[in-house]
Structures are given as structure tokens and as C-alpha cells.
């Protein structure tokens, strides 16, 4: 169980050094996603991070 401490110092990093996007995807979609990202071995948020440095690279090409 985390500390009261611990859960302060990971409420500050991510105020510091991370940005916040909310997705919205229709139903079931999510799950889908989530399967795909487990799959390659990657968090959902890794894998749509990924995705997008795929699609930006493919764009500067």
C-alpha cells in the first residue's frame, strides 16, 4: 500500500512532468485497444504513443 507520502510525490510529478489528454473512443473499442497494446507488450498508453510517433514519422516522409 502506498504512503500518504508517495502518493503525494507521484501526485507532483505528474503535475510536473507530464500533459493529460483524454481520448474518447466508441464503446468496446477501448477493450479492443487495450487487448492489442497487452499483445505487443505495452501499456494502452505506451502503444497509443507509439502509434502516434508511427504516424507522425510516416507524415515527415
Known sequence: MATK?????????????????KLRVPKGRKAELQEIAQQSGDSLNAFIIKAIDAYINRAEE
Open 5 to 21: 507520502a508517495h502518493l503525494e510525490g507521484n501526485k507532483r510529478y505528474l503535475a510536473n512532468k507530464v500533459d493529460e489528454i
